[in-house]
C-alpha cells in the first residue's frame, strides 16, 4: 500500500463504518407475525461474514461528502442479495457447511432455503429503494446490471464444470460477473447517493471490477498456497474440480504429459494424492507466481482506476486502506 500518512485515519474511519453498520444491521426487524418465514432468514444472515459490499457503499458515499446514514439501507439491500447468492451457491454446489455453520438447506431443507434466498432477493430491493427519489432509478439500473451479470456468471461457472478446460479470457469474464461487478456496484451505488459525477462513477466502478479481479485470483491462489496453520484444509476447490484460474493456467503451460495427467486427477477419488499432484503439476510449471504476478497486475489497476477519482486524498486512503486490507488477506 502506498504510503499516504493517513493510513492510521483509514483504519479508524474503516472501523466507524464498521462498528456503525453493525447497529443498523442489528436493528432490523423484519415481519414476525410469520416466525416459519424468517426464522431461516435470521440464521442465515447470523452467520456473519466480511461485510465487505456494504462497507464499500459507505466508505464511497463517504468519500463524495454526503452523510453515511442515507446509504445505510442501500448497503444492506446488498447484503441481502449477497446472501441470496451464497444460499443458492450452496444448494447447487452441495456445501454442507458456511462460515462454520451448517449450510441453510442442510439445517432445514433445499426448498426452505431456495424460498429463503428469493426471500432475500425480494428484500433487498426493498432496502435499495429506501434512498432519496432523485437517486432511486441510477440506483435500481445499476444493481439491475449487476444482479443479471451475477446470474450469468453463475451460469457460466456451473457449464465450465462440465468441460476439461476453460481458456483465461472465459474465466476472467467468469469471475468479473459472479465477483467484481456487485464490489464495483456497492461502490457505484455509493458514489451515486455521494453525488458523484458521471466520469467517477465509472472510475471508481473501474476500481471494484479490477479489485474483485484481483480478490478472485486471490482466492484461488490461496486454496492452494494459503497457510495451513489459519485452519483451512488446502486444495478445496481441487477437489471440487472447480476450474480456477490455477487450474486453467497450468493446463495452457503443462506439456503432454502433464495435461493428461491432470485430466486423470480429476477422477481420482483419492483425496491427499489428488491435491499433493495437482499441487505438484502446478509447481512443474510455475502457476502460482504466475497467478500472483497477475493478480498484483490487477490490483495496481484497479488503484489506478481510483486515482483518477476527484475526491481528497484522505477519501481515497480510506478506499485504498480497504482494499489493501482484503487483498492482503491470508484466508
Not at 14 to 42: K, R
Not at 56 to 65: I, K, P, Q
Not at 66 to 72: F, G, P, S, T, Y
Not at 157 to 169: L, T
Request: aromatic share 12%.
Amino acid at each position: 500500500m502506498k504510503d499516504t500518512g493517513f493510513e492510521t485515519l483509514a483504519e479508524g474511519k474503516s472501523q466507524m463504518f464498521s462498528e456503525l453498520y453493525s447497529q443498523h444491521f442489528d436493528g432490523i426487524q423484519f415481519n414476525e407475525a410469520n416466525t416459519d418465514a424468517y426464522e431461516p432468514i435470521y440464521y442465515f444472515l447470523k452467520t456473519g461474514g466480511k461485510r465487505i459490499r456494504p462497507l464499500l457503499v459507505l466508505l464511497s458515499c463517504d468519500a463524495f461528502g454526503q452523510q453515511v446514514n442515507k446509504a445505510l439501507n442501500p448497503a444492506f439491500g446488498i447484503e441481502l442479495f449477497h446472501n441470496f447468492t451464497l444460499i443458492h451457491d450452496d444448494i447447487m454446489d452441495k456445501a454442507a457447511i458456511r462460515r462454520g455453520r451448517a449450510t441453510l438447506h442442510q439445517k432445514y431443507s433445499e426448498g426452505t432455503a431456495i424460498l429463503a434466498g428469493d426471500f432475500l432477493l425480494i428484500l433487498a430491493y426493498r432496502y435499495l429503494a429506501k434512498v432519496d427519489p432523485e437517486h432511486l432509478i441510477a440506483i435500481l439500473e445499476t444493481f439491475n446490471t449487476a444482479a443479471t451479470q451475477i446470474i450469468e456468471g453463475q451460469v457460466m461457472d456451473a457449464s465450465f464444470e462440465k468441460r476439461e478446460f476453460v481458456n483465461e479470457e472465459e474465466y476472467l469474464e467468469m469471475i468479473k460477473y459472479k465477483t467484481s461487478v456487485l464490489l464495483a456496484a456497492s461502490l457505484k451505488i455509493g458514489s451515486i447517493i455521494g453525488g458523484a459525477s458521471d466520469m467517477d462513477q465509472k472510475n471508481i466502478y473501474t476500481f471494484g471490477i479490477n479489485l474483485g479481479l484481483s480478490f478472485q485470483l486471490k482466492d484461488d491462489w490461496l486454496d492452494v498456497y494459503g497457510d495451513k496453520s489459519l485452519g483451512k484444509r488446502i486444495g478445496g476447490d481441487i477437489l471440487q474440480n472447480k476450474k480456477t484460474y490455477l487450474f486453467n493456467k497450468a493446463y495452457n503451460l503443462s506439456n503432454q504429459a502433464q495435461r493428461t495427467h491432470l485430466a486423470n486427477l480429476v477422477q481420482s477419488e483419492d483425496e491427499d494424492y489428488k491435491i499433493s499432484q495437482t499441487i505438484d503439476i502446478y509447481d512443474q510449471v510455475g502457476v502460482g507466481a504466475e497467478t500472483e504476478r497477475y493478480m498484483n497486475v490487477l490490483y495496481d489497476q484497479a488503484l489506478e482506476s481510483l486515482d483518477k477519482v476527484s475526491i481528497s486524498s484522505e477519501a481515497k486512503a480510506d478506499l485504498q486502506y480497504f482494499a489493501h486490507r482484503i487483498y492482503h488477506r491470508e484466508y
